[in-house]
């Protein structure tokens, strides 16, 4: 056997040593996490545990995750023949068992086919059906942000915000709020909101979400998109100007002033109040004292009449 990362050594082992105590399927949940990743960087790990993948999901265990990297190992050809047949088998399997991240990956297998050999058809509308769903009422935050993301691609695939429906310019917004991929395509959005305006008042309010989007675009971790983002707001002469901070050089002489007097101010309330509570003290324990004469000549008194 071809040599594979120490701990997916170990996590074959264990898998091994599950499969022949007949362990539940519970028992394969953490190995099966463990190795997942592995499988799909390295095609000798997929030909170390693709087989024992297999044989997990072939006693019943409900393991959407084992059944997503089955069904990308089948796709690609990775660690096991090319099958089509089997990639769609496996994935589908996942999405019965409510898995996320495979339904994610569906979505994208109906964008672009490829290594599937004809045997699912393109299909954009049934993919933008998958990614609403999940960024809606996903339960796993990557997965929710990732298809937050990629609704909002297709959404605004060749249109404008003038010519969208109310409730997919709201689908916009809501996944706006859901995704943490905005940057990486501030530049289009700013184009979907921009296009098809009359107005050439770029820094008036028609256009103030689609400067948003630039500003917001010029902090994108991707060059060609801060570039992007940056030449327009250039040529709509509509770049944020920089906030200047303050220094005590810029205040004004009534303002350095009242600045310096401040600690003065603080003293003369602290040295204040000290004084008062020394003297609320002070006049309490005269009127302890006084109440405890008072006491002790009442007792005497009544003592004498006795």
Not at 75 to 95: S, T
């Amino acid at each position: 056997m071809e040599a594979v990362p120490s701990d997916v050594a170990y996590n074959r082992d264990l898998i091994l040593s599950l499969l022949r105590a007949n362990s539940s399927a519970d028992s394969f949940i953490q190995p099966v996490m463990m190795t997942t990743a592995r499988i799909s960087q390295n095609a000798n790990s997929a030909k170390c545990l693709l087989p024992l993948y297999e044989e997990i999901v072939g006693r019943g265990a409900a393991i959407g995750e084992a059944h997503l990297a089955i069904a990308d190992c089948y796709k690609r050809g990775h660690g096991a023949p090319h099958d089509p047949e089997k990639a769609l088998y496996h994935i589908r399997e996942a999405i019965s068992l409510d898995h996320e991240p495979a339904k994610w990956f569906y979505g994208h297998w109906l964008l672009n086919n490829d290594g599937l050999s004809g045997k699912l058809a393109v299909d954009a509308e049934a993919a933008l059906k998958i990614f609403r769903e999940l960024a809606n009422s996903g339960k796993d935050p990557s997965t929710v942000s990732l298809a937050a993301a990629d609704a909002i691609k297709l959404i605004i695939a060749g249109k404008t915000a003038q010519n969208s429906s109310s409730a997919e310019l709201a689908d916009i917004d809501r996944f706006c709020m859901r995704t943490d991929w905005l940057r990486g395509m501030s530049f289009s959005l700013a184009r979907f909101y921009s296009d098809g305006i009359e107005s050439k008042d770029f820094n008036g309010p028609e256009f103030s979400k689609a400067r948003k989007f630039l500003v917001d675009g010029l902090n994108s971790g991707r060059e060609d998109e801060r570039q992007k983002c940056m030449s327009l707001l250039e040529k709509w002469n509509a770049l944020p100007t920089e906030t200047k901070l303050t220094t005590f050089s810029d205040l004004t002489l009534t303002e350095k002033t009242t600045l310096a007097s401040i600690p003065i101010i603080l003293a003369f309330w602290s040295i204040v109040g000290l004084s008062l509570l020394a003297l609320v003290t002070a006049i309490s324990a005269w009127a302890a004292l006084v109440i405890a004469c008072v006491a002790a000549a009442i007792w005497v008194i009544r003592l004498f009449k006795r």
